[in-house]
């Protein structure tokens, strides 16, 4: 089982840039299909992007363009990197780490870190 500690959140004006990152820790993360998700005030969670063991990406189509997941077997960290940040993008993100077999949003959740940013 792999547990996550996300960290990196923080207030930014729009068009402004922040970076999310989550260290994993547990056992053979390679089998594992790591992402972050995000819940705004009076919202369901949402996806917001993935990234496979093999490097393969998915995003939501709200932050192409804008924000860039990564991740690090070695360090055993999944990053997210945003751009051009709006409004819109303020809630609480969450990291996840699914096992590759299962759908999604199945796997472990960590305890969210709050973005907010500023007209």
């Known amino acids: 089982q792999v547990q996550l500690v996300e960290s990196g959140g923080g207030l930014a004006q729009a068009g402004e840039s922040l970076r999310l990152s989550c260290a994993a820790s547990?056992?053979?993360?390679?089998?594992?299909?790591l992402g972050w998700y995000r819940q705004a005030p009076g919202k369901e969670r949402e996806f917001v992007a993935v990234?496979?063991?093999?490097?393969?990406?998915n995003y939501a189509d709200s932050v192409k363009g804008r924000f860039t997941i990564s991740r690090n077997d070695v360090k055993r960290t999944v990053d997210l990197q945003m751009n051009s940040l709006k409004p819109e993008d303020t809630a609480i993100y969450y990291c996840?780490?699914?096992?590759?077999?299962?759908?999604?949003?199945?796997?472990?959740w960590g305890q969210g870190t709050q973005v907010t940013v500023s007209a």
């Open positions: 996840n780490a699914r096992p590759r077999w299962l759908n999604p949003p199945a796997g472990q």
């Open positions: 547990g056992r053979n993360l390679s089998l594992y299909v």
């Open positions: 990234i496979a063991s093999s490097g393969s990406r």
